[in-house]
């Protein structure tokens, strides 16, 4: 079973990096909305700040690189470079799922980033069905002290696991076994999609559970419909994997929606943004956080500084889309009138 856990981490990777995964025809639906063009901003550009705190670290940015790998060396290589890229940027950054460490000890290694990034604000990750199948508060509480994390990512991902031969597919009367793991831990629980969004509904049970944020991780990035499709080699659950290619709700649509049901959550926003122009739209739609992996991914698997660069190039778009409409700050980005739904 620990193995191809590993070969399923492997493969994941491979086909990320080398695979076209995104949707054919889903989008994340922020090409809708535009900022409103201050000509006159009467602001300097270095007086815009990006700086949020969120669980009680400071961020230089409010970026996230989400949850992607671990469990096998490329995966420990790619983490470290992200961690560092992280640590120098001051960013947030989220491991991959960390089952295959806690049921093969010796891949603990390939998740443990403090090493280059002793600062940064770190998220443990588990699927959440694993609790549907034996794990309890106290393998999650492994999982954050495995990583000296400051929170741990949740991950929901019943269609992923509907796609392919073996998946996890118990997922009844888990919202109780989430309220019980927030109940215990001592930190922070996010619960986190994978790339299909979070509807209302579902948003409600996570707050019901008391998760203290909800990651969107809406459609329109990363299909892992089509990359279940490349790793499976039996005709009828490609097929099924193809039929669910634009399956979701688009990120800017699930943001919205659980804005609207959740005044009063912490809300990331991921799922296909690609630059500091969405970064900014999702901050201004109700992110308090925006994360990005591919983009990342794609840098780390050449360099830390590759890494660094992405992460510079991505800040720098945030900063200057928030001088050309006049905001100084975050909270002003969200004010009424900066983002406005483009005309059909």
């Known amino acids: 079973m620990p193995a191809r856990h590993t070969q399923r981490k492997a ?39 990006t700086e949020v705190s969120l669980f009680g670290k400071r961020l230089q940015a409010p970026l996230l690189i989400s949850s992607m790998t671990g469990g096998t060396t490329e995966a420990e290589r ?7 890229a992280a640590e120098a940027a001051g960013i947030a950054m989220g491991v991959g799922s960390q089952r295959v460490a806690l049921e093969s000890p ?14 940064i604000l770190l998220f443990a990750n588990l699927g959440a069905v694993q609790l549907n199948k034996g794990y309890s508060a106290e393998d999650c ?4 002290e495995m990583i000296q994390a400051d929170a741990l990512i949740l991950h929901l991902n019943p269609l992923q696991e509907a796609v392919q031969i073996g998946g996890d597919v118990h997922w009844a009367g888990l919202a109780q076994k989430i309220e ?47 990359v279940e499709r490349h790793r499976s080699d039996d005709p ?19 943001l919205l929606l659980v804005n609207e049901t959740l005044p009063e959550m912490i809300l990331f926003a991921s799922g296909g943004l690609r630059t500091g122009i969405d970064v900014a739209k999702s901050l201004a739609l109700g992110a308090d956080l925006a994360g990005m992996a591919a983009p990342f991914l794609h840098a780390a698997a050449d360099s830390v500084e590759a890494v660094a660069a992405e992460i510079e190039a991505v800040a720098t778009e ?9 905001a100084r700050d975050l909270q002003a980005l969200r004010e009424p009138g900066r983002l406005v739904i483009d005309s059909p």
Not at 78 to 84: D, H, M, S, V
Not at 141 to 144: C, E, F, G, M
Not at 241 to 251: E, K, L, M, N
Not at 318 to 326: N, Q
Request: contains cysteine; glycine residues 8%; aromatic residues 8%.
């Open 11 to 49: 493969d994941h990777l491979r086909i990320n990096l080398e695979e076209d995964v995104s949707f054919p025809n889903l989008t994340t639906g922020f090409e809708r909305f535009r900022f409103m063009h201050q000509a006159l901003p009467e602001l300097d550009l270095d007086a815009v700040s």
């Open 78 to 84: 790619i983490n470290l470079r992200l961690a560092e």
């Open 106 to 119: 010796h891949q603990t290694r390939s998740f443990q980033v403090r090493r280059v990034a002793p600062h």
């Open 141 to 144: 509480l492994r999982a954050v």
């Open 180 to 226: 019980a793991v927030c109940r215990a831990l001592p930190v922070p629980v996010i619960a986190k999609e994978v790339g299909w969004g979070i509807s209302p509904r579902t948003a409600q049970l996570l707050a019901d559970a008391g998760v203290a944020a909800i990651d969107v991780a809406g459609g329109g990035g990363t299909s892992w419909s089509q």
């Open 236 to 254: 009828l659950m490609q097929r099924l994997a193809r039929s669910f290619f634009d399956w979701g709700i688009p990120t800017a649509e699930s």
């Open 318 to 326: 945030l900063r200057v889309a928030m001088f050309v409409s006049g």
